[in-house]
């Protein structure tokens, strides 16, 4: 027996990386949504949507694209979630759902949830899949496989629609757990805020090297340098938001970072070899628990 697909209507809100993967999973998978919408202030890349042929209607029109949607989901960068958010809420159905995949939470869920109609439901959810690539033709059907989503619903949310938002992200892959929003910021500091942080500091690092130095550390870079900034390639705009909405965290847990790199210094300087081997065996210990649950 066919069971029906959770919406009917699904209106994806900036359709790149994370914003066209869920297309293309909804467009392979039937179950999610009957009729797909794209929509993206860029003419651009709502024409490069349209030649992928991941979404039914697309359209620059916010209004006209969440009119008549079930859930409509802002893939867009942290900073611009607040806003497009408070516009789009006006122009929604009774008993739809709004939702955003912002990497920080900080006042979001506060801030939006004080500025909902008493017909509609917020529930954000953070896939935490990605790579350095951004654009309607960075995405792909299997980006949230087997990866987490963090719910971080209001205490307001219906419990229906967490369930519908939980089984969307389950549908795509991924594996779901509903946590506040400030245990969220704090995870993801450490998991992806400070790397990400690490990765665009060594590349600057390495750019204000002599001008001969520089050019031979690129030429002849090895897989420890390429591999470590190989998220340096992200979207500037992308990352200048998080690091500002998610500042004060970001600041404890490099702080932290820093004390633990101070211990490294003072063991090489003080030749403590066992020292040293503890603190990189223990680095092995954490790749491996990684690759272990299949987050690698």
């Given amino acids: ?27 392979e998978k039937g179950e999610i949504a009957r009729y797909l919408t794209a929509i993206d202030h860029n003419p651009d890349v709502i024409k490069r949507v349209q030649e992928l042929q991941i979404a039914d209607f697309c ?51 506060p801030t939006i949830s004080a500025s909902l109609p008493p017909d509609i439901t917020y529930v954000p959810a953070h896939p935490m899949a990605g790579t350095e690539f951004s654009g309607p033709d960075a995405g792909f059907s299997t980006l949230f496989e087997n990866r987490w989503c963090l719910l971080t619903p209001p205490p307001c949310a219906s419990k229906n629609a967490i369930h519908k938002i939980e089984a969307l992200w389950q549908k795509c892959g991924a594996k779901t757990r509903c946590i506040t929003d400030h245990y969220h910021d704090r995870v993801c500091a450490m998991v992806s805020h400070l790397p990400h942080l690490l990765a665009f500091t ?23 340098f390429r591999d470590f900034t ?19 965290v970001i600041l404890e847990t490099l702080e932290r970072f820093k004390q633990e790199t101070e211990k490294m210094a003072q063991a090489i300087h003080d030749r403590d070899a066992d020292a040293i081997t503890d603190r990189v065996r223990r680095g092995k210990q954490i790749r491996q628990t990684l690759i272990d649950k299949h987050q690698v």
């Fill in 1 to 27: 027996m066919t069971h029906p697909p959770l919406f009917e209507r699904l209106a994806v809100i900036g359709p790149g990386l994370i914003g066209s993967s869920l297309l293309r999973r909804a467009k």
């Fill in 59 to 109: 359209t620059t029109d916010l209004a006209a694209g969440v009119k008549d949607a079930d859930a409509v989901i802002l893939c867009i960068p942290t900073g611009a979630v607040e806003k497009v958010a408070l516009d789009v809420l006006p122009h929604m159905k009774p008993g739809s759902i709004l939702s955003d995949v912002a990497s920080v939470r900080g006042q979001l869920g």
């Fill in 202 to 224: 060594i590349c600057d690092t390495a750019d204000h090297l002599s001008s001969d130095l520089r050019a031979d550390v690129l030429e002849y870079a090895a897989s420890g």
């Fill in 230 to 248: 190989r998220i340096a390639a992200s979207d500037p705009i992308m990352w200048r938001d998080i690091f500002l909405a998610n500042r004060d």
